[in-house]
């Protein structure tokens, strides 16, 4: 689930990281799928047990693929040791990591969030939870 969120924030990344002072964020996410290949046993039995547990997740749009299915579909590619593939049609691809990072930050001071350039010193936690309320930090020079 964690996975078809970060598709869906990468999807609709040019409005949720949107700023008044840049308003035209892309991370040039490009969707053409991701192509897996297993040539053991081990490796298809590892590849049937994840598709399992991506469609139980919601993912539709990843496929099995037999060796006669990769033919057609990529007939360009050495098959010879190749005995299942798994592809995601839709939902992977790549992005462009920098300008994510770059939309992120940019949007977070937008948002109120201050950066602190340092070594982390000390730190302040909920004496019930534990979580850190704050961190101290020796800025650099």
């Known amino acids: 689930q964690m996975s078809l969120y970060g598709r869906d924030f990468l999807r609709t990344a040019h409005q949720r990281l ?5 308003t035209n964020v892309d991370v040039q996410f490009q969707e053409h799928g991701y192509l897996f290949l297993a040539s053991t046993e081990a490796g298809v039995n590892q590849m049937k047990e994840n598709h399992r547990v991506q469609c139980k997740a919601g993912c539709a749009d990843i496929h099995l693929l037999q060796p006669t299915e990769l033919e057609r579909s990529f007939p360009w590619m050495n098959r010879d040791d ?11 691809g790549w992005f ?15 948002m109120g969030v201050t950066y602190a350039h340092g070594e982390p010193i000390g730190a302040e936690r909920d004496p019930t939870t534990g979580r850190i309320l704050s961190v101290i930090v020796r800025e650099s020079e």
């Not at 949107?18 to 840049?22: F, Y």
């Not at 190749?82 to 992977?92: A, I, N, P």
């Not at 462009?96 to 937008?110: R, T």
């Open 18 to 22: 949107q700023t008044k002072a840049n």
């Open 82 to 92: 190749v005995l299942l593939g798994s592809f995601g049609s839709r939902g992977e």
């Open 96 to 110: 462009d990591p920098w300008a994510l990072l770059k939309g992120l930050k940019d949007k977070n001071i937008e």
